[in-house]
């Protein structure tokens, strides 16, 4: 396949697609790890019935609301709705607040077809708490009763390069959108934002990258992957894969659903990370090479030959702890933690 100019989305490999899992199919294709287009999946659900205009699916929402707020995000005209950060990279070219429900949705219908209007979303809107009749009315099988949806609708907004923590499974109910997706493994070459200004954006445009300033972005673009989504249409996200989200039309509906980041206290992998900034990142060069060697080979290599040599009564931490051990560790973990604070 011949390699796609950096700018040039359409031209990228597709998504791969299929039509409506079963549960236990749906659960294989989260195992498998990798993104993939369910077509249809939602496309009989009332709300999208609601979506082929936007007046309809307006009043299909007001007439669910009982007065709650909403987090909106707003943008002026002369950011074009790209949502991303803003002259530098510890402020955003977009505000957040949080206002009613029912106050947003006439500002966005206001703005339909006004030029030089500002560019106002909802956005994580959680659905079970301020319209929990959406749930009832539009169910959705494949995932536990407690996984429960958000809303995203607004104007023709771009949402940078981020990802979630989450697997996500995002089923468009109004207008199109298109994803451009990258692998997990492309973090240093998407030049990703500070991580103490959550969410941590990439810097880079898709649609117009500065490979002078950003050279390795060239090697994401190569390693990505696009899709459209057309009401009705979803597409599976599986934790950690980056996505630039771009609504195309004027007026654009989503619902999403976030699962899977349940672990909890010590096993929490983001706050580890961030005790390994601090326990490893100062450490002389040769105790760095020891402990990379150390994760290498018990954590993220074949931990089964790391610890082969060692009867597997005696490799203890090393080996496939059982409850009992997991939790003798943590409480063992909590104390050295307490200790040192």
């Known amino acids: 396949m011949a390699p796609v100019a950096p700018g040039d989305l359409d031209a990228l490999p597709r998504v791969a697609e299929q039509g409506m899992p079963g549960p236990s199919d749906f659960a294989a294709l989260v195992a498998a790890e990798q993104p993939v287009v369910l077509r249809g999946l939602v496309d009989r659900w009332p709300a999208v019935e609601a979506g082929r205009t936007p007046a309809a699916m307006l009043a299909y929402l007001k007439a669910m609301d009982r007065g709650a707020f909403a987090p909106v995000m707003e943008a002026p005209a002369a950011s074009g709705g790209r949502f991303a950060y803003g002259p530098d990279p510890s402020e955003f070219s977009f505000t957040r607040r949080r206002a009613p429900i029912r106050e947003t949705l006439d500002r966005i219908e206001r703005n339909l077809g006004r030029r030089n209007a500002r560019y106002v979303a909802i956005q994580m809107l959680p659905l079970a708490d301020s319209l929990p009749e959406f749930g009832l009315r539009n169910p959705m099988p494949l995932l536990p009763a ?170 203890g931490p090393l080996g496939r702890m059982n409850p009992r051990q997991r939790a003798a560790l943590r409480q063992q973990l909590l104390m050295a933690f307490l200790k040192s604070s």
């Open 146 to 315: 407690d996984v429960g949806p958000r809303l995203w609708i607004g104007g023709p907004v771009r949402t940078q390069t981020h990802n979630d923590r989450d697997h996500n499974l995002a089923c468009v109910i109004a207008g199109r959108r298109r994803f451009v997706l990258f692998p997990p493994e492309q973090l240093s070459n998407l030049y990703v934002g500070p991580l103490d200004n959550p969410p941590p954006l990439s810097l880079v445009d898709p649609e117009a990258p500065d490979l002078e300033r950003f050279p390795r972005y060239a090697a994401a673009i190569a390693a990505a992957r696009v899709c459209w989504l057309e009401p009705g249409d979803a597409v599976f996200l599986p934790k950690y894969w980056w996505h630039h989200v771009t609504s195309l039309g004027p007026f654009n509906a989503m619902v999403n659903y976030w699962w899977g980041d349940d672990a909890t206290g010590l096993e929490r992998p983001n706050d580890l990370f961030l005790t390994a900034l601090l326990a490893f990142r100062h450490l002389p060069p040769g105790e760095r090479i020891y402990w990379r060697e150390m994760f290498e080979t018990h954590v993220f290599g074949d931990v089964e030959a790391g610890a082969a040599h060692i009867p597997e009564e005696l490799r």
